[in-house]
């Protein structure tokens, strides 16, 4: 019998979690108790510990996270044909919450380099923004983009380019049959040219499909956000292209950066296409103002700041069945540690905060703080019913192959990214962050939808959890991303920057893996390194539209 094959997330829990494959007919031992499988369970899947009647609960991680549709014997996996997505009623705050700090004594004395701006907001990188306020100026983007990388050493290496002009050569010289047989071109490293600007991490080029076309509160909602960005620690000034008669509007945008911050003090070039005239007199103006206020923000230099000055964001993303059990709680570990030094956290994805309401309700600072969360999530998924959908349906292809079946048994897991810690705030979309500790805030559960939030509030970090590996990033905030399991750390390292499998293995506890990631947070929010998404160039960038297109 091998008890350390499985696992049993809390003592109310009626399944096991399989750690590495088990075979149907094997007899695993645990707690004392042993079980004959009636199905192969594949590592990170679920098997019953006692018969489950239909219509009966399926409990893991001491919450309800789904109900039998049928039958389901001891010892059998749990799966879509045998159990569907259920989750607990929540209600308003009826108790209080008392926290107990951990222990942050090795980082009392320590700091980050940071850039600290006027509002005494600390960025953890210096970039310059280029961003439309409209579509129809995204070409001018990319004019404005190939202009300044290439001119400034900003540029990515062009392997690809060489590999084409490679391959153009050799069917010139020796027609198709030498390239069918040269096999794939090998990755290198290409030396980067100087930089112009050595205290600039960079100029960054936003794109997206908004600002017009959609309903006012989604144009409104970009602006928000576009503003987010602009105030943003980790941007030192923005140069911002507007068409003139869409939607999302100039003095709207400003409206929204006065909200956030009524004493904005940094360089900020709006110019707008319908007034300028033609294309290349915008151009031209957009690029003398830009290269002067890169200047500027190039006298700005890394100081030591202190750690209450991070603002974390908490993302998952190509979740699996070790999520939840690995990296998820590691840095719900590591959120709780920057918490008790004073900082800020992200907890985003509110379909995956579907059945674990009340515990967050009851957590919450304030019942003002409690009554917001809860109108909000009744909100969204009333808005998602709306349009003939449902949290019950957040689970992706991916999600339900490596273990997470329901979405209540994928919330379960996601929501321990957020630790222990009191709810100090609850954000709605695009609001900015300010509350220190654990604030949550309205997003969707798409990967770049969410990050893209995130840094909008204010995370100057973000870290992301995978099971299934995905290389979201972001133009502004490094995004760490950490592994659940070995495997894919092993298996994509050039997207992996820390592995939380030992976890699994049972070599080292969640709170080493929370502290060891902690350590790695203020290395990056040093300058001291670059995340694999940063390495990559891995921009994205896409605001959440809430509306529908008119």
């Not at 049928?70 to 607990?88: C, F, K, M, Q, Y």
């Not at 004395?109 to 990188?125: E, I, M």
């Not at 956000?225 to 100039?250: E, K, W």
Request: proline share 5%; charged share 20%; glycine share 10%.
């Amino acid at each position: 019998m091998t008890p350390d094959r499985v696992l049993q997330l809390n003592p109310k829990d009626n399944v096991l979690v399989a750690l590495d494959d088990l075979r149907e007919g094997e007899q695993i031992g645990f707690a004392g108790r042993t079980f004959t499988l009636r199905t192969d369970v594949p590592a990170k899947h679920k098997f019953a510990t006692e018969d489950i009647a239909p219509g009966g609960a399926v409990v893991m991680y001491g919450v309800l996270i789904g109900k039998a549709v049928v039958p389901i014997g001891a010892g059998e996996r749990l799966s879509t044909r045998n159990t569907h997505h259920e989750a607990a009623a929540f209600h308003e705050k009826t108790e209080e919450y008392r926290w107990a700090p951990p222990d942050i004594s090795r980082w009392h004395q320590k700091s980050f380099l940071g850039y600290v701006r006027d509002d005494g907001q600390v960025g953890t990188r210096n970039y310059w923004l280029v961003v439309p306020l409209v579509f129809c100026e995204n070409r001018n983007i990319l004019v404005l983009k190939q202009a300044f990388e290439e001119g400034l050493g900003f540029a990515p290496p062009q392997v690809y380019r060489q590999q084409v002009a490679d391959l153009v050569r050799s069917y010139q010289e020796q027609g198709s049959g030498e390239i069918e047989t040269a096999g794939a071109a090998k990755s290198v490293v290409q030396k980067q040219p100087a930089k112009v600007f050595e205290n600039l991490d960079g100029i960054k080029f936003l794109m997206h499909e908004g600002g017009c076309g959609g309903t006012r509160e989604d144009a409104n909602n970009l602006c928000g956000l576009i503003a987010g960005y602009i105030h943003h620690p980790n941007v030192a000034g923005a140069t911002v292209l507007s068409l003139g008669c869409q939607n999302s509007q100039i003095a709207i945008l400003r409206e929204e950066i006065k909200r956030r911050d009524p004493n904005f003090s940094k360089p900020l070039f709006i110019l707008e296409q319908q007034q300028s005239g033609s294309e290349f007199t915008m151009l031209s103006e957009a690029i003398q103002k830009t290269f002067l206020g890169l200047v500027e923000a190039n006298k700005c230099t890394r100081k030591p700041a202190s750690l209450s000055r991070l603002c974390v964001g908490l993302k998952c993303g190509g979740s699996d069945g070790f999520s939840g059990i690995s990296a998820n709680p590691a840095i719900g570990h590591a959120s709780d540690l920057v918490v008790a030094l004073g900082g800020r956290t992200i907890l985003s994805e509110f379909p995956e905060l579907c059945g674990v309401e009340q515990e967050l309700i009851n957590r919450s600072a304030q019942k003002e703080v409690a009554d917001r969360f809860i109108q909000l999530m009744r909100d969204y998924s009333a808005r998602a019913k709306a349009v003939r959908s449902g949290f019950d349906m957040n689970p992706s292809p991916g999600n339900i192959r490596d273990g997470l079946i329901t979405d209540a048994m994928k919330s379960a897991g996601a929501a321990k990214k957020g630790g222990t810690a009191p709810v100090a705030a609850v954000l709605d979309y695009p609001e900015y962050s300010t509350e220190p500790g654990l604030n949550l805030q309205c997003t969707p559960g798409n990967d770049v939808e969410c990050v893209t939030a995130q840094v909008g509030a204010g995370a100057n970090v973000v870290l992301f959890t995978t099971g299934l590996g995905t290389p979201t990033g972001n133009p502004i905030a490094p995004v760490v991303k950490l592994s659940t399991n070995s495997l894919l750390g092993q298996k994509m390292p050039d997207i992996i920057d820390i592995d939380t499998g030992p976890v699994i293995s049972g070599q080292q506890t969640i709170q080493q893996m929370g502290e060891e990631i902690l350590d790695l947070v203020v290395q990056f929010a040093s300058g001291k390194g670059r995340t694999k998404a940063e390495l990559l160039a891995q921009n994205d960038f896409i605001p959440w539209k809430r509306g529908i297109s008119l």
